[in-house]
């Protein structure tokens, strides 16, 4: 059933505050074909063994409307490289196998998915082994068959909360969360700074208001200082464009040293 990623993501909380570690997950973003399927698979080696415990991976598309330049950069290398979905599916499931201490989520644009076929990607998605999707542009209002089909097959369709829904809005999400729910830190795209004071404070306490699910906090969490701060305020942080922006600096061996600084332990 679905609800067994949340039940993993209450498990290693609990392992880890057992240990006295700080008593966060960290889940990363990587853009498929960006630069190339072969880099993704040293990049997610690496973040594995930094101890990352969630990965997004994203399949390109051209109009990514959340994504800030860093993302919608890469979204667009990797399909100016030929990158196809098949490809993506199939990368997916290797790395699925190659690291099952890791829930892997499939994140994309409604578009990739409408192309697709939603019951058929959402199937595929499901016999791959991943543990969910994300796909930020369908609202609810409009997700009810693809959640309904989520819930038959076992995946989490990851639900969206931002700053600027009503207390209404939250509640309706949260009613139909499963597994987790990605809070926003911010308005705007993702990559920018986030400033993590009370305005955020004040959002997650909405989101938790609204929901009893694990929350992921991403959008602007760069540092140390701010998997800690979110560490008091969500079970999740959601790491993305700091990941690529130190890959193309230091190579993957500079993003297993980057993730392994963001917890005090490791």
């Not at 609202?139 to 995946?155: I, V």
Request: glycine fraction near 10%.
């Amino acid at each position: 059933m679905s609800g067994a990623l949340e039940g993993e993501i209450r498990r290693r909380l609990a392992a880890r505050r057992a240990a006295g570690r700080v008593p966060a997950l960290l889940m990363s973003h990587l853009v498929m074909g960006y630069p190339s399927l072969e880099e993704n698979a040293r990049v997610i080696d690496a973040m594995a063994a930094a101890g990352v415990e969630l990965m997004e991976l994203q399949i390109p598309f051209s109009e990514p409307s959340a994504d800030g330049p860093v993302i919608a950069r890469a979204n667009q290398q990797a399909l100016d490289g030929g990158f196809k979905v098949d490809q993506g599916m199939a990368f997916a499931a290797e790395m699925i196998r190659r690291h099952p201490g890791v829930k892997f989520l499939l994140m994309t644009y409604y578009n990739i998915v409408f192309a697709r076929g939603e019951e058929r990607f959402l199937r595929q998605t499901a016999a791959l082994g991943a543990a969910g999707v994300i796909v930020p542009d369908l609202p609810l209002q409009y997700a009810a068959p693809a959640l309904d089909l989520c819930r038959e097959l076992g995946l989490s369709w990851v639900q969206l909360m931002t700053p600027t829904s009503r207390d209404e809005r939250l509640a309706e999400v949260g009613r139909a969360a499963d597994g987790l729910v990605y809070c926003v830190a911010r308005r705007g795209v993702t990559g920018q700074q986030s400033r993590f004071g009370e305005e955020l404070r004040e959002f997650i306490g909405r989101c938790r208001q609204a929901t009893d699910q694990p929350l992921a906090v991403g959008f602007g969490v760069k540092r140390r200082e701010d998997v800690a701060i979110l560490a008091e305020l969500a079970e999740i942080a959601v790491v993305g464009t700091a990941a690529i922006e130190v890959h193309l600096k230091e190579g993957a061996a500079g993003v297993e040293r980057f993730f392994r600084g963001l917890r005090e332990d490791g």
